[in-house]
């Protein structure tokens, strides 16, 4: 999937779920698309994380509560922009890749797309992690149908469906919740190949066996709940779509 160095609309908000990441936050915020608005929700940092991503132009959002959901859903809150994109603040993934995503969910393509991580190099996915997220792929096909390949962090989705999906997990399965929810409301998802590079530090989440398998039982978790449809949260309406 190419990359176009034009988008249809600038009112986007980028969510980056932040913990001590002051090595990659300049590399991560100089690849924001003009005009996007990168929100660095800063989780108990000791780095100075959230200083420098201030001298570089982010809005910095702080949320006490420890934990990659209650990051996420804390910088969807404070997002004010009609579409919303997440992506790690690692120098993982590029934020630029987001603009064909956006392009979709603008045009009424797709409701939410996702990013099918690849990996670029030795160190890029560690084999645990990716068989972790193999294991989770293939449990939310059985839940839900969906044949997607991965439950990576690069995403797109419009603001207000998203806040109506209630999604209340604040640990390691919030990325899961908000597809399994949105394919319970009936959403088009779709995902596309993005390269994956070695991140810059330790992962917080899937850099050990350990860290790995709490990830796993918190999706899985997420994978036993009752199918449920919030209100508001069925199929996104988009003006573009006929």
Request: glycine fraction near 10%; hydrophobic fraction near 40%; proline fraction near 8%.
């Amino acid at each position: 999937m190419t990359i176009s160095p034009d988008c249809p609309t600038t009112d986007v908000d980028v969510v980056l779920p932040c913990l001590n990441e002051a090595d990659a936050l300049p590399w991560v915020l100089g690849r924001i698309p003009p005009g996007w608005r990168a929100l660095v929700v800063d989780n108990g940092s000791t780095d100075g994380s959230a200083d420098i991503a201030r001298s570089l132009g982010a809005t910095v959002v702080h949320e006490e509560r420890r934990g990659f959901g209650a990051a996420c859903h804390a910088g969807l809150t404070a997002a004010t922009a009609g579409i919303v994109c997440f992506c790690d603040c690692d120098a993982s993934l590029d934020p630029g890749l987001l603009v064909p995503f956006v392009r979709e969910v603008h045009d009424g393509a797709a409701d939410l797309v996702l990013g099918r991580r690849r990996p670029q190099g030795r160190g890029a996915w560690p084999a645990h992690a990716r068989a972790g997220n193999l294991a989770l792929a293939r449990m939310l096909r059985r839940r839900t149908g969906l044949r997607l390949h991965d439950l990576g962090p690069l995403r797109a989705a419009r603001r207000e469906p998203l806040l109506a999906l209630s999604l209340d997990d604040r640990r390691s399965g919030y990325p899961l919740q908000m597809v399994v929810r949105a394919a319970d409301a009936g959403w088009r998802i779709v995902e596309h190949e993005v390269p994956y590079r070695p991140r810059t530090g330790v992962s917080k989440v899937t850099g050990t066996w350990r860290g790995t398998w709490q990830a796993v039982r918190d999706m899985s978790r997420v994978l036993k709940e009752a199918p449920r449809v919030p209100a508001g949260a069925d199929r996104p309406r988009s003006s573009a779509r006929p």
